[in-house]
């Protein structure tokens, strides 16, 4: 199993971005996925996550009305839509996969997520 996020970059405080993940090799509607986020010094945290069909998302507060998963199981892709970038979101972001149903807290737990891709940096300046 193979992700790959892209999609970061430097933007200006009040901007958007949109990260992708991509999967090569498996079919990435067999899993549910999770965005995680990462700066150095601290421990991952999980950011959303989204079920295998798409039918349910689950967001940490400090993104919830901002950020916007969701998939394209046709493209084998799925998406994270960050809006209203704040310094505080800069981070690498990376996301990860989990053949299991995985919704809610368990959305921000990096071991309920086996398969993880390399990140993509997401830096916001003020």
């Known amino acids: 199993v193979q992700l790959q996020a892209s999609g970061g970059g430097l933007v200006q405080a009040g901007n958007s971005l949109r990260l992708s993940c991509t999967a090569s090799g498996f079919t990435l509607g067999d899993y549910g996925i999770g965005w995680f986020r990462q700066v150095p010094g601290k421990d991952r945290e999980g950011v959303s996550c989204i079920t295998k069909s798409g039918n349910r998302t689950s967001y940490v507060d400090s993104v919830r009305g901002r950020f916007t998963i969701s998939r394209d199981n046709a493209n084998n892709a799925v998406y994270l839509q960050m809006r209203s970038l704040q310094p505080e979101d800069t981070a690498v972001y990376s996301c990860?996969?989990?053949?299991?149903?995985?919704?809610?807290?368990?959305?921000?737990?990096?071991?309920?997520?086996?398969?993880w891709g390399q990140g993509t940096q997401v830096t916001v300046s003020s």
């Open positions: 990860a996969a989990t053949p299991s149903y995985v919704i809610g807290d368990y959305c921000f737990s990096t071991d309920e997520f086996p398969y």
